[in-house]
């Protein structure tokens, strides 16, 4: 078994490649970005100049100028470069898009889950230029996964006989460790935290529960169809004997019965349902986000970043000032 060698032209096709199906729906950008969006909102300006710094399908870019936010992009891959145009191009907000010999500067620029992708050779330039695009008093703005173990999120493709990350990981970090990393190039940390963006998986659980009882509505629909034709018969003046009569209208009143309770308790369960999608929202999706203290205790800071009780991942979320 050998471990993939990730070079940068294997990495841009690797990501072209993620562009072109379905699995960029399940990118960060298309999952977290709203929230993330929300999240770090404080620390961006209206009438400022941001750029998206491996902007990637231009999901955060999007959010961006549909805040209406003067927004460009970053991308080293000339594919994903002009699937960004062909997005946003036409957004009145659009700065276009910057190449690595772009000289300009912004007030605040975005690194959203690239950091962890950087292969190690290209990982200080990298750093370099992001601060260079950072105007002095300005902002970056990072996010990447918090102290990941990338040995056991990786897969083994049988097939090549190669074990690899299934999104192109290099590295890991936890808070301190990225703080320390931009504080080498002229940033001082505003605001750090772990935040934990997978709680919407229980929103979805609650709203297919919800949505389970659609075959029992369908179910409730063709019997209220069958009583309607059941009543339309006794209205429609047909002879039919006392007895009859009798026996199809007690059937009828014990259909409507039964019809009633299975109804008020579909009805019980729907609200149940609604009540726990609402109350999820409501509090699960607050951010379960825990703010760094500068002078906290050193080794609870630098904890696995998942808690296998939960099973769930969290996320290190930075603001660094540069000087």
């Not at 080293?76 to 946003?88: G, H, I």
């Not at 190690?120 to 105007?135: C, I, N, S, Y």
Request: net charge negative; with cysteine.
């Amino acid at each position: 078994m050998k471990r993939i060698h990730w070079t940068p032209q294997l990495v841009n096709k690797f990501w072209d490649g993620i562009a072109q199906t379905e699995l960029d729906d399940l990118s960060f950008g298309k999952v977290a970005g709203p929230k993330f969006i929300e999240l770090i909102g404080n620390f961006l300006i209206p009438g400022g100049r941001h750029l998206d710094f491996g902007a990637g399908s231009g999901h955060v870019l999007q959010l961006l100028l549909d805040r209406g936010l003067d927004a460009a992009g970053f991308d080293p891959s000339p594919d994903r470069q002009a699937l960004l145009v062909e997005k946003v191009g036409d957004h009145k907000h659009f700065l276009g898009i910057k190449g690595t010999d772009s000289t300009e500067q912004f007030d605040v620029v975005l690194l959203m889950e690239v950091v962890e992708h950087v292969l190690d050779e290209d990982l200080h330039e990298m750093l370099a230029r992001v601060a260079r695009f950072v105007k002095p008093g300005g902002y970056l703005i990072a996010s990447t996964p918090n102290n990941e173990n990338l040995e056991y999120s990786s897969v083994y493709c049988p097939v090549s006989d190669t074990f690899f990350h299934p999104w192109q990981h290099v590295r890991s970090f936890t808070p301190h460790q990225l703080s320390d990393c931009f504080g080498n190039f002229g940033f001082s940390s505003q605001f750090v935290a772990l935040v934990d963006f997978s709680s919407d998986v229980e929103l979805v659980e609650a709203y297919k529960r919800m949505v389970a009882i659609e075959s029992s509505i369908k179910k409730y629909q063709l019997l209220l169809t069958e009583l309607d034709q059941f009543d339309a018969v006794l209205r429609s003046g047909t002879p039919l004997g006392l007895w009859q009569r009798i026996k199809r209208r007690m059937d009828l009143l014990w259909r409507h019965r039964t019809l009633i309770m299975n109804l008020h308790s579909l009805a019980h369960d729907m609200f149940l349902r609604l009540d726990e999608v609402t109350n999820h929202s409501r509090e699960e999706l607050k951010y379960t986000m825990t703010s760094i203290p500068k002078n906290g205790d050193r080794s609870t800071q630098e904890s696995d970043g998942i808690d296998l009780r939960i099973g769930r991942e969290t996320t290190i979320v930075y603001v660094g000032k540069k000087q």
